[in-house]
């Protein structure tokens, strides 16, 4: 079975490196959330318990306030009345008629029931149609009082007076309706729940509730009773009636602390926070927006981590595959970041390496090439002299034919050009050391397009510069960079037959001046790119295949570099970088 190769991706790998990261960071963070959570659970639902019962006691105070302050209030009343014989007197005998400044009164406070009672809490008088006023026979600080007509009964806040007449004992008690007009303000807690309850047999029933009478009416829960019995303040309930109400219980009772009645204040859960207060509730939903929150949190931390750590293995990659690409640099200053500028660094060194090795096996290559070279220019041009020298003697016989003074011009004429082809690749192999001069090189890009403009005219070839920089120094040899430059453009003429435009740039930095020749030929074909700049190797029908050799041995000479790469239309371009020289001009 086949290994996999150096540069294979491996997704599953990183991504079960994000998995367990996550799963890390999960662990550590979600349990230290969830008993954090719990505790804060637990203070804001008792902080908010609190406030609810100090709420719920304040608003049944008040209730319980207002029920004094009528009964009292009534007794005051009811004192003020007995004390007067002609009122006492009407009554007893049934007129149902005050005086007008008794009439007054009364309604000046309100009262709806005006009744007389004898020693055995019968009925003498009542100003409204009833059987009976509860209680019969029980103390008379009392502070409720179920008026009973029929099988309905109502609740009465009443206060009550004793008066002597005939040797017989009597009591007048006025009242108020305990229904929605006693508390108009109970109204505005659309949320609350004000209910009484009063003792009938051996239970507290519920005679008043201020959201209307109940189709069943309820009767006080016996942990409330039991708990009111024992002489509590209050009963606090946080999940009465199966959790619909947070509810507090208040005793009423009778100057002798005797427990006549009850008091539910209700919180209903559905229309207020109590309900979303609930411990387990909210638990649990602080416990889902804390894990959805930490995942989330967990997700972008393995990224931040995986992300620089994926880069790294992409580049790791490059370089089995002899790329030598870099990571984009990290600003932080942790360990991924540090690990990733250490990487950059090696990345370059290993380009680097690889560039110098490239230079110094083109060298050895060259120098080979030379040396063999020189041997066979030396063999090849001395017989070629002879031949050549023979050719010309033979040339000035005055005897010699039309035709065969024609085919000697044609050796003497390629003779030459052997010649000269030989002198080039002397003249490469044995690269004279450039003669370096401050120059402006936007000055030379101008010499040599005029010595090129006839030829540029010929071949209706339209010439844009656009030359930045124009100060810009080179230390170089203006004929050898004169030399490279007139190669690229005569290269550049001859991709373009048919006319075209030739772009000169020049762009310069604190470091580098760049030349680029641009072309809107057809550019060269993506196999031969890396044979460019080798010696003898070419694409057209004519030439040696040594100008760019030549011109990339020029930039070596000057520490540039030289580079191919495709134009914005597609053609050819070439860009040359010198060092830039930052001393004077000459």
């Given amino acids: 079975m086949d290994a996999p190769s150096a540069g294979a991706p491996a997704p599953r790998r990183r991504a079960a490196l994000q998995a367990r990261l996550i799963g890390a960071f999960l662990a550590v963070a979600v349990l230290p959330m969830l008993a954090s959570t719990w505790f804060a659970v637990r203070v804001v639902s008792g902080t908010f318990d609190a406030n609810v019962r100090h709420w719920l006691s304040e608003t049944g105070t008040l209730f319980l306030n207002v029920i004094r302050e009528a009964q009292t209030g009534a007794v005051a009343t009811a004192a003020y009345l007995v004390d007067d014989d002609e009122v006492v007197d009407g009554l007893l005998q049934g007129r149902a008629a005050l005086p007008p400044k008794f009439q007054q009164l009364v309604g000046l406070f309100g009262y709806d029931v005006l009744a007389v009672l004898d020693e055995q809490g019968q009925l003498v008088f009542s100003s409204e149609p009833a059987d009976a006023i509860l209680p019969a026979n029980g103390p008379t600080d009392h502070l409720l009082y179920p008026l009973v007509y029929g099988k309905q009964q109502q609740m009465l806040v ?33 949320s609350l729940d004000l209910r009484v309850y009063y003792r009938d047999g051996e239970h507290f029933r519920e005679f008043y509730s201020s959201l209307g009478a109940p189709p069943q009416p309820s009767v006080l829960p016996a942990a409330a009773e039991a708990a009111l019995q024992r002489g509590d303040s209050q009963h606090y309930d946080a999940a009465a009636e ?162 065969d003074a024609r085919l000697l011009r044609y050796v003497i004429e390629e003779t030459a050009r052997i010649d000269h082809l030989i002198s080039e690749f002397l003249a490469f192999a044995r690269p004279a050391p450039p003669e370096l001069h401050p120059l402006r090189m936007a000055e030379v890009v101008e010499r040599v397009l005029a010595v090129c403009d006839a030829q540029l005219a010929k071949s209706n070839i339209r010439v844009q510069r656009r030359l930045e920089a124009a100060d810009a120094l080179v230390d170089g040899d203006e004929r050898q960079i004169h030399a490279a430059l007139l190669n690229l453009i005569l290269n550049a003429v001859d991709a373009m037959p048919e006319g075209g435009e030739l772009i000169l740039r020049q762009q310069a930095d604190a470091e580098n001046v760049v030349i680029e020749v641009e072309d809107s030929g057809p550019g060269v074909a993506e196999a031969d790119v890396e044979h460019l700049f080798n010696p003898f190797f070419t694409t057209k029908a004519r030439g040696t295949g040594l100008g760019l050799a030549k011109a990339y041995s020029v930039m070596e000479g000057h520490g540039g570099r030289i580079g191919y790469a495709s134009g914005s239309g597609g053609g050819a371009l070439f860009r040359l970088t010198f060092p830039r020289w930052h001393g004077a001009a000459a």
């Fill in 158 to 190: 009443a206060g009550q007076r004793a008066f002597q007449r005939g040797g017989r004992t009597y009591r007048l008690l006025l009242g108020v309706r305990l229904d929605e007009n006693f508390i108009t303000h109970s109204r505005l807690f659309t």
């Fill in 242 to 403: 199966d959790g619909q109400y947070r509810t507090l219980y208040l005793p009423i009772r009778t100057d002798s602390a005797a427990l006549v009645g009850a008091l539910s204040v209700g919180l209903r859960n559905r229309e207020t926070l109590a309900g979303p207060m609930n411990q387990t509730r909210l638990f649990l939903g602080v416990m889902l927006i804390g894990s959805l929150l930490a995942v989330g949190a967990a997700v972008l931390l393995a990224r931040r981590i995986t992300t620089p750590l994926r880069a790294l293995a992409r580049a790791a990659e490059g370089i089995a595959r002899g790329d030598y690409p870099t990571v984009p640099d990290s600003s932080s200053r942790d360990e991924l970041g540090h690990l990733t500028r250490t990487f950059n660094q090696m990345s370059e060194r290993l380009a680097h390496m690889q560039e110098l090795e490239q230079q110094l096996r083109r060298r050895d290559r060259l120098s080979a090439l030379g040396t063999v070279g020189l041997g066979i220019a030396h063999e090849v041009r001395n017989p070629l002299g002879i031949i050549r020298t023979s050719t010309e003697l033979v040339q000035a016989n005055p005897a010699l034919g039309d035709n």
